[in-house]
């Protein structure tokens, strides 16, 4: 394991981390959701209830790579999340209650594994986890945002063309619906290899394989 002067994110990532809005991406799951609906009604008005919507965003340095990951909570998985803050059981979600769930956020990065060239990574926390209430403070099952930012340093001397793997496990007992878009930086052109499905079951691997690759490679 790395010291904590390894590990820290340099303050210019942060800076451009800190920009990072999530409306966008948040909506096109939505949308993709709903045409899916549209195309099988077998599913049915169940669908957005029975998955939590995964947004990976993967932004990769030579040196590092800084993940940005959107949990959307629908239906009875937004219900149990929404009871779980409303600790005075009164209905409505205070800020100190918000604030009180957002603290028990810290350790989630043991969920996240990075690989590269066989050895695993360390994943630490990039900023305090975001929450959105989308509008609505009651403990009812109206849809919530949960916002987290990871980072890790890459291995030394990296080379093109390497492939690093991202396990994701965040509330892995739940169905998911899963998305992902990377970014690269200083360079690097990242490429994703494998995502497995966009809808799995809990329990279901969750693993991504993108290939680290130099723009400048071949010339």
Not at 104 to 115: A, D, F, I, S, Y
Not at 127 to 134: A, I, M, N, T
Not at 160 to 184: D, I, K, N
Request: charged share 25%; net charge positive; proline share 5%.
């Amino acid at each position: 394991m790395a010291d904590n002067s390894s590990t820290s994110p340099p303050r210019s990532i942060t800076r451009q981390m800190a920009s990072y809005s999530p409306a966008r991406p948040v909506f096109a799951i939505t949308l993709l959701v709903l045409v899916v609906c549209t195309c099988y009604p077998a599913m049915g008005h169940g669908v957005l209830s029975a998955q939590i919507e995964h947004h990976v965003k993967v932004v990769v340095a030579t040196t590092h790579v800084d993940l940005a990951i959107d949990l959307t909570f629908h239906g009875d998985h937004a219900l149990v999340e929404r009871r779980r803050m409303d600790a005075d059981r009164d209905g409505r979600i205070s800020k100190s209650e918000l604030t009180t769930y957002l603290g028990q956020m810290t350790g989630l990065e043991k969920r996240v594994q990075l690989q590269a060239e066989g050895r695993e990574l360390e994943v630490v926390q990039l900023y305090d986890p975001e929450l959105s209430l989308l509008e609505n403070d009651r403990a009812g099952s109206h849809p919530l945002t949960l916002r987290l930012f990871y980072f890790t340093r890459l291995p030394r001397g990296l080379r093109s063309g390497r492939v690093f793997e991202l396990a994701e496990r965040l509330w892995s007992r739940a169905p998911a619906f899963f998305s992902m878009e990377t970014h690269g930086r200083e360079g690097v052109r990242p490429a994703v290899i494998s995502t497995g499905p966009p809808f799995r079951e809990g329990g279901m691997s969750r693993i991504f394989r993108i290939r680290y690759a130099l723009k400048d490679e071949g010339k």
